[in-house]
């Protein structure tokens, strides 16, 4: 049975700083994507960075490029996601999400499997 469990979350104030973990089990990663998406209240579940685990390379949506880094521990297998210079609007609960198969990197529904989210919070 395949596992993501998050973890990091937390109140912030703006300017601030938070790593989240993602801790992957129960099948091998080597060949899939493993990526954050987060949603806000009242709004929809978005991408935020996606990081091929086989070539390496990385993705981000726009308004976090610069501020957000999403990387890998092959040994563990864990993915992080570096948040740097965090403002009101990253306000959200992150989700790791882990094998979009053919799909879209960016959507969020053709990602197979799921964490349970974590809870981020930055005050003005």
């Known amino acids: 049975q395949v596992q993501l469990v998050e973890s990091g979350g937390g109140l912030v104030q703006a300017g601030g700083s938070l790593r989240l973990s993602c801790a992957a089990s129960?099948?091998?990663?080597?060949?899939?994507?493993m990526g954050w998406f987060r949603q806000a209240p009242g709004k929809q579940r978005e991408f935020v960075a996606v990081?091929?685990?086989?070539?390496?390379?990385?993705y981000y949506r726009d308004s976090v490029k610069g501020r957000f880094t999403i990387s890998r521990d092959n040994a563990k297998p864990t993915v992080y996601l570096q948040m740097n210079s965090l403002a009101p609007e990253d306000t959200a609960v992150y989700y790791c999400?882990?094998?979009?198969?053919?799909?879209?990197?960016?959507?969020?529904?053709?990602?197979?499997?799921w964490g349970q989210g974590t809870q981020v919070t930055v005050s003005s």
């Open positions: 990081l091929s685990w086989s070539s390496g390379n990385t």
């Open positions: 999400a882990a094998d979009p198969g053919g799909g879209s990197y960016y959507s969020p529904e053709d990602y197979k499997y």
């Open positions: 129960g099948r091998t990663f080597s060949n899939v994507a």
